[in-house]
């Protein structure tokens, strides 16, 4: 009923015609920002979505890194504790450090990961490899799984028929106090075994070996690490994981879940849907105000146009 009556309003004939323009004008105004708005939040979802898909590629549900300096150390009855928490799937032990790795005039700054052999059961690095075989490789043999962009800048050559390109890698020694600046750094032999694809910023800046190597390389103690990264129950609820996870390992470290590990990324992302909605809503709540001064106009209209009747009438009669 409120349709038809709003619809006569419109098709009504109007003494002033710049009453139903803008009328018009108005509805039409509602319809394409409205659409719009869909439009886009559609578009930003998707995005959303898409990136978080690419990130949960590399970032593992929950990391635990320390509070303080670049390493902790988690000893066998933490690590037993942490075993009896039924929602995690799967954990990996990381040894992280920025590196230069090179082939002969070539050279590039990386930052190497160390993992496990769980390491592939944590992230999906393993499902973006587009050339070789994921093999980080043993203590004496370690194998380099490195990023597209590095692979490029230094040249290496990865193929599985082939052996893989021989590279040399440099890692700080820790708590070294020689004066010999030498003597600080640590040079070992990897070889490239495969590439991975996954976004700009990993396939430039990571490169994954196998963690004992790196241990050694670095003089790690044997519960040493650098970080600890979890994967959870699919379904399973981040934050009550992490709540338990930080009750049992104390004050010592930080846990993180996926969104804090990229807090910059994913509040920008929401920053930038929320201001586009913002501005979409400001468009409408305009529009509004104008289709309520038209309806007003035209009811006015009416009104006079009523008055105007019935003092006719009377004339006649």
């Known amino acids: ?153 230094i040249q290496a050559h990865i193929d599985e028929a082939f052996p893989g390109t021989l590279l040399t890698i440099i890692l700080p020694k820790k708590n070294n106090n020689s004066p010999d600046p030498l003597e600080s750094l640590s040079e070992g032999i990897v070889k490239a075994n495969a590439t991975f694809s996954i976004q700009q910023e990993f396939d430039n800046k990571y490169a994954i070996t196998n963690i004992d190597f790196v241990k050694r390389q670095m003089k790690f103690n044997k519960d040493e690490y650098s970080a600890l990264e979890i994967k959870l129950i699919k379904g399973t609820d981040m934050n009550i994981v992490q709540k338990d996870i930080e009750q049992l390992l104390g004050n010592n470290f930080i846990i993180q879940n996926r969104y804090q590990q990229n807090t910059s990324l994913y509040n920008t992302m929401q920053l930038e849907k929320w201001a586009i909605f913002a501005v979409l809503t400001l468009i409408l709540v305009i529009a509004a105000f104008n289709m309520i001064s038209a309806l007003t106009m035209l009811v006015l209209e009416k009104k006079k146009t009523s008055v105007f009747c019935k003092a006719w009438v009377l004339i006649n009669l």
């Not at 038809?4 to 319809?31: D, E, L, P």
């Open 1 to 153: 009923m409120y349709l038809t009556f709003a619809w006569r309003y419109f098709r009504g004939k109007k003494s002033a015609n710049a009453i139903n323009i803008i009328a018009w004008v108005t509805v039409s105004v509602i319809a394409f920002a409205t659409a719009c708005q869909v439009l886009v939040l559609s578009v930003f979802n998707g995005f959303e979505d898409l990136v978080k898909s690419l990130y949960s590629s590399f970032y593992a549900d929950i990391k635990v890194i320390p509070a303080t300096g670049k390493t902790f150390i988690l000893d066998t009855a933490q690590i037993k504790q942490l075993k009896q928490i039924n929602l995690i799937e799967s954990y990996s032990f990381i040894a992280e450090e920025k590196a230069l790795l090179q082939n002969e005039n070539a050279q590039s700054v990386i930052y190497l990961k160390g993992v496990d052999e769980n390491y592939i059961k944590v992230s999906g690095v393993d499902d973006k490899i587009n050339s070789g075989r994921f093999d980080i490789g043993t203590i004496d043999t370690p194998g380099l799984v490195m990023g597209y962009g590095i692979q490029n800048a």
